[in-house]
């Protein structure tokens, strides 16, 4: 078997409808989130069912770590209760007459699983669900019934974890207090998940690798933090473009109500966080709130000034210029006016300083 088949996830997929066409072609990592990202009808979900296998394409291949689920040229096809997956749709539909823990023990009696106890209470623990397992569903709120939906389809043990937005029926509390959780799973368990949403900021939050589709055609492909900032795409256009950073917390300015990280070529100050020193931690930063300056202002409220190198620059809408710098390793957005572009003579190559507003940077 070719080595590259047993570590990453083949996806190749055609499918025709009336209306619309999926025609994919993706290799995967095989850890981490990946996030199939589009707009409405881009063919998120349609692609996830062709995983799944509740959509049959015509023409499909798919090998997952080394087993192959589907190959159309020698018909092969594997049906969704043989492939080793869990699958959270958008709403939780938890049996409304069962507990929580039953709830969890559904599928392994289906499939006849035994579950380590050890794995059962780790899963119910990472998600927080461990004081509700005696509950019925009716007595848990939106974000825990999907913390139960997402823990039942774990405790099946499966070989990926496929994710139809989640969150798009929560309220926007109910998003922030699950996240976190989402977050957890992926630096914890050692299971590839696939990820659909629309939000920029679950983007953002959670993405290792993104795939960014359009009218059922990947439209770009890669690593998060290149793949934000390629400004040959429209993410890097919208108003909520942002640049992810990966950074490490190294000082508390207790005074001041400040957190101190460090990255790859430097360090910024951000509102205090509740994180140890040495906490890893994503930051992601709007390019909206990045301005660029020639010179190190002689005096500005602005703590976060370093100096950046412009990678690229193009035009965008509306009088926009979008710069792409590189600052130490990190790449970093800035939606700047087209004529504030003119007047500072910005070229590709040329060395500045970008200024990042504290307060505009989340994590």
């Not at 290799?27 to 981490?32: A, T, V, W």
Request: include cysteine; glycine fraction near 6%; proline fraction near 3%.
């Amino acid at each position: 078997m070719n080595r590259k088949l047993n570590n990453s996830i083949i996806a190749r997929f055609k499918l025709d409808y009336d209306e619309f066409q999926l025609s994919v072609n993706l290799s995967l990592p095989n850890s981490g989130i990946s996030v199939l990202f589009g707009h409405s009808g881009s063919g998120k979900t349609t692609l996830l069912r062709c995983i799944a296998g509740l959509q049959k394409a015509e023409s499909g291949f798919l090998n997952i770590n080394g087993n192959v689920w589907q190959d159309s040229d020698n018909d092969i096809f594997l049906p969704t209760h043989k492939r080793s997956l869990g699958y959270v749709f958008q709403e939780a539909n938890l049996f409304s007459h069962l507990t929580v823990r039953e709830n969890l023990n559904y599928g392994l009696k289906r499939i006849k699983a035994n579950f380590e106890t050890a794995k059962f209470n780790h899963i119910t623990n990472l998600l927080g669900i461990e004081h509700l397992i005696n509950r019925m569903p009716e007595r848990l709120s939106g974000g825990e019934k999907q913390r139960v939906a997402i823990a039942r389809a774990l405790v099946l043990n499966p070989e990926i974890l496929l994710m139809d937005e989640p969150l798009a029926s929560l309220d926007f509390k109910r998003k922030q207090e699950i996240l976190p959780f989402l977050s957890r799973l992926n630096q914890e368990l050692n299971i590839p998940v696939l990820y659909v949403t629309h939000s920029h900021q679950e983007v953002a939050q959670l993405a290792d690798y993104l795939v960014v589709l359009e009218a059922g055609k990947v439209q770009a492909s890669g690593i998060l933090s290149e793949t934000l900032s390629r400004l040959d795409l429209p993410l890097s256009q919208d108003r909520d473009a942002t640049t992810v950073w990966n950074t490490t917390v190294v000082e508390h300015e207790t005074d001041f109500y400040l957190t101190r990280v460090a990255f790859n070529g430097g360090s910024l100050s951000l509102p205090a966080i509740d994180a140890k020193i040495g906490t890893p931690l994503r930051i992601q930063i709007y390019a909206r709130d990045v301005s660029i300056v020639l010179e190190v202002p002689r005096a500005t409220s602005i703590l976060n000034v370093l100096p950046a190198t412009i990678i690229d620059i193009v035009d965008g809408e509306s009088g926009q210029s979008i710069v792409r710098l590189e600052v130490g390793s990190q790449s970093l957005l800035a939606h700047i006016t087209r004529k504030s572009a003119l007047v500072l003579n910005l070229k590709i190559g040329k060395a500045v300083f970008v200024q990042i507003k504290g307060m505009s940077i989340l994590n």
